[in-house]
C-alpha cells in the first residue's frame, strides 16, 4: 500500500468512527460545522444535521449517530420534536448526551427581569405585605403578555398567594347539586371579596378541584360561592369523587388561590394578569435584583413521535435535564380530576343504572389526560437514562401508546405538579371510562416497558390526586427497584377501568420498589393499587412505609399499603413489606393470591427494595 493509500484509509476510518459524533453549545453557532471546536448552538440544528446523515445513508452512521449537547440552558421555544426519519437501529442508534462532566438543561422557562419594590398603594394587597413585595413586568412571548401558574426563585417553587397558609383548612358548610353553589365561611376568605381571577382548591376523597370562581355573595358569616364554566357542570354533575357533607373527620376542605388579597407572607406571588404584572414577597436570603426567576412557557419540551406504521426506534437520551413546563388549562377550564389526574371532559349518574360492560355501573365519564414534559407515542427501543425532569407544571414523562421495549433508568423526577410518569392508554376522550381496552391492532398496547433505579420525589405537588408512577391498560411493564416519596396520593399505580372484563393487560410486574411517605394530602390510597382484570401480573418484594395523615382528609382510617380495588383480576401479591397488615381488595374479580405480606416479610427482601447501590446516588440532591 502506498502511503497515500494509507493516509486515505486512515482518513475513511476516522470518518466512520468520529464523523457522526455532532456537538451542540449554548455558546456554538448554526453555521458551524458541529465538532468539538466548532459546536452547533441549537438543538434543532443538530437533529437536522443527523437526519440528514441518515437520509444520505453516510457511511459515518454505521456505528450511530451521537448528539454531545455541552452544559448550560438550552432555552427552547418549541417541542423538540423527533420523527420516524429521526430514528436508529439497534447497531445504529441516535444518542443524545450530556457532554462528559457538564450539565445541559433543555428549559421550557423564560426569566422575569426588572424587579422593583412595589411603591405607593396596590389595591388589595394585605397590610402586612405593604413594603415587602416587589413586582416586575411580566416578559412577552411571541409578541403577548405570557400566561402562567407557576413561579420559580432560584430554582425553587414559589406559592401562589392562598388562604390559608398551612394545612389547617376551612370546611364547605353546604353543597347545592340543584342550584351549582355551595356555603363556605365567610372567615375563610379573609379580605378577598370579589372572584376576579381566585380558585378555589376543593379536596374530595382521592382527588382536588381547581374552581375558578364566578361569584362570592357575602351573607354574614356564610358567603355563598359559584363557579365559572365548564368545571361547574363537570364538578356538580359528576359522582366520583365526590364533596363530602359531614363526614367521619367534618366536611370536604379547601383553600382558596389567586389573588392579590391572599399575598400575606414570604414566599408567595400573585399575577396580575389584566395589568401584566407580577409580585412576589421574598423569603429570607432572596435578593430578587440578583435571583433568577423563571416562569414556564412550553406545555412539552420533548416530543418523540412516530405512527403505528412508522414508528421511531432506537432513540436513547442520556444524562439530560428536562425543566420547566407549564399547563394552562385550569386556568381557562378548570380541573375536575377522576381518578390519577386524568380530568374529566364529563361525568354524571345514570337515572337507570347498567352499562355494556357492567350491569349495575351507575355512572359515565370520559376523561382527557393531562400533558407532560416529554411525551413518547408511537416508538420502541427508546431509553431515557439518568436524566432528571425537573420543575413541571403537570406530568413528567409520558409513554403515551404504541411503544414497547422502551427503558426509563437511573432518573430523577423531582418538583412535578402531576404525575411523575404516566404510561400506556387511559381511555381515549370519545371512550367511557369503565371500558376495557383491547384494541384490534396490539401495537397500541404498551408492552415490554422496564422502569428500574429512577427517583420519584417531590411529585403530584399541585394536582393532589397524582402518583409517582401510574401505567393505565399496559402489558408486560416492569416497574422495580424504584424510590417514591413525598408524593400526595399512591405511590404505583396499575390497570384502569374499574372492569374484571378480560382486556388487553397482563404480565406486568411491579417489584422491590420503597415507597414512603406517600398519601400526603389524600385518602382511600395505597401504596400500590390497582385496577381491573391483570392475568399473570405479580407485585412483589416492595417495602412500603410511612403514611401520611393529612388533617383534613374525610376518612383517615381508610389507607392501605396494597390496595386491589374494583375488578383486580388475577394478581398474585406476595412478600411486600409493609409495618402492618393494611390491605384492601375491593370488588375484586377472580383468581387473586395474597401470600406473604406484612411485617413479618424477611429484613433481606425488606433491604433489598429501592434503589440499587449503583443508584444511590440519586438520593444526593445536586
Known amino acids: 500500500m502506498t502511503r497515500y493509500a494509507f493516509l486515505l484509509s486512515l482518513n475513511l476510518l476516522a470518518a466512520t468512527t468520529q464523523a457522526a459524533d455532532i456537538w451542540v453549545s449554548p455558546t456554538g453557532s448554526d453555521r458551524n460545522p458541529g465538532t468539538a471546536e466548532k459546536p452547533l448552538a441549537t438543538l434543532n440544528m443538530a437533529l437536522r444535521q443527523a ?26 421555544h418549541e417541542p423538540w420534536f423527533f420523527r420516524p426519519e429521526d430514528s436508529g437501529t439497534a447497531s445504529s442508534p441516535t444518542i443524545v448526551e450530556a457532554a462528559p462532566g457538564e450539565v445541559p438543561v433543555l428549559s421550557g422557562g423564560v426569566s422575569v427581569t426588572g424587579w422593583k419594590k412595589a411603591t405607593g398603594s396596590v389595591p388589595g394587597l394585605p397590610k402586612a405585605a405593604k413594603g415587602q413585595v416587589w413586582v416586575a ?27 390559608p397558609n398551612n394545612d389547617n383548612l376551612p370546611r364547605l358548610l353546604t353543597w347545592d347539586t340543584d342550584k351549582r353553589e355551595t356555603l363556605v365561611p365567610t372567615a375563610a376568605l379573609g ?34 360561592v359559584t363557579f365559572q364554566e365548564p368545571e361547574s357542570r363537570i364538578q356538580f354533575e359528576h359522582p366520583w369523587p365526590r364533596p363530602i357533607i359531614d363526614g367521619k373527620n367534618g366536611s370536604s376542605a379547601f383553600f382558596l388561590t389567586n389573588a392579590i388579597e391572599l399575598l400575606d407572607e414570604p414566599g408567595e406571588w400573585y399575577y396580575d394578569a389584566p395589568r401584566g404584572q407580577v409580585y412576589y414577597w421574598p423569603r429570607t436570603g432572596e435578593n430578587l435584583s440578583t435571583a433568577q426567576v423563571v416562569v414556564p412557557t412550553l406545555e412539552t419540551l420533548v416530543r418523540v413521535e412516530g405512527t403505528l406504521d412508522q414508528p421511531v426506534s432506537y432513540v436513547q437520551f442520556k444524562g439530560l435535564t428536562f425543566a420547566y413546563s407549564t399547563w394552562l388549562r385550569p386556568s381557562e377550564q378548570g380541573h375536575v380530576p377522576l381518578q390519577a389526574g386524568m380530568y374529566l371532559l364529563d361525568g354524571y ?65 423531582r418538583d412535578v405538579a402531576g404525575n411523575g410518569i404516566q404510561l400506556g392508554k387511559f381511555s381515549d376522550e370519545s371512550v367511557e371510562t369503565h371500558l376495557p381496552y383491547n384494541p384490534q391492532d396490539e401495537r397500541e398496547i404498551c408492552t415490554n416497558e422496564l422502569i428500574e433505579n429512577n427517583l420519584l420525589t417531590d411529585c403530584g405537588n399541585e394536582d393532589w390526586g397524582c402518583v409517582g408512577i401510574g401505567a393505565g391498560f399496559v402489558r408486560g411493564v416492569t416497574i422495580r427497584h424504584n424510590e417514591i416519596s413525598q408524593v400526595p396520593y399512591t405511590g404505583i399505580s396499575v390497570g384502569w377501568g374499574w ?13 422491590a420498589n420503597y415507597i414512603h411517605h406517600y398519601a400526603q394530602h389524600t385518602y382511600d390510597v395505597a401504596g400500590v393499587y390497582t385496577l381491573s382484570a391483570q392475568p399473570g401480573t405479580v407485585i412483589s418484594e416492595n417495602r412500603i412505609d410511612d403514611i401520611g395523615r393529612a388533617p383534613y382528609v374525610h376518612d383517615p382510617d381508610h389507607w392501605f399499603y396494597l390496595y386491589l380495588d374494583e375488578g383486580s383480576s388475577n394478581i398474585t401479591v406476595r412478600d411486600n413489606w409493609c409495618p402492618a397488615d393494611k390491605f384492601l381488595a375491593n370488588a375484586n374479580g377472580p383468581g387473586n393470591v395474597w401470600k406473604n405480606n406484612g411485617p413479618m416479610v424477611s429484613d433481606p427482601i425488606k433491604q433489598a427494595a429501592g434503589l440499587e447501590p449503583k443508584y444511590q446516588k440519586l438520593l444526593k440532591k445536586p
Open 349 to 413: 349518574s345514570l337515572a337507570k343504572p347498567g352499562t355494556p360492560d357492567k350491569a349495575g355501573l351507575e355512572n359515565q365519564a370520559w376523561i382527557g389526560r393531562p400533558p407532560a414534559g416529554v411525551e413518547v407515542a408511537a416508538a420502541h427501543h427508546t431509553c431515557f437514562e439518568q436524566c432528571q425532569f425537573l420543575h413541571m407544571a403537570s406530568a413528567g414523562l409520558d409513554y403515551q401508546s404504541g411503544t414497547h421495549d422502551d427503558t426509563v433508568v437511573g432518573c430523577t423526577f
Open 499 to 511: 372492569t374484571k372484563t378480560a382486556n388487553c393487560m397482563r404480565d406486568n410486574r411491579v417489584t
Open 137 to 163: 413586568e411580566v416578559p412577552k412571548v411571541g409578541g403577548r403578555t405570557l400566561n402562567f401558574r407557576q413561579l420559580w426563585v432560584n430554582g425553587q417553587k414559589a406559592v401562589r398567594a392562598r388562604t
Open 51 to 76: 437526519r440528514d446523515l441518515r437520509r444520505l445513508h453516510d457511511a459515518s452512521v454505521q456505528n450511530g449517530v451521537h448528539i454531545w449537547v455541552k452544559g448550560g440552558e438550552y432555552r427552547l
Open 191 to 224: 379580605s378577598l371579596r370579589q372572584p376576579a381571577q381566585a380558585e378555589m382548591v376543593l379536596h374530595q376523597m382521592w382527588a382536588v378541584n381547581w374552581l375558578r370562581l364566578k361569584t362570592l355573595t357575602v351573607e354574614g358569616d356564610k358567603t355563598r
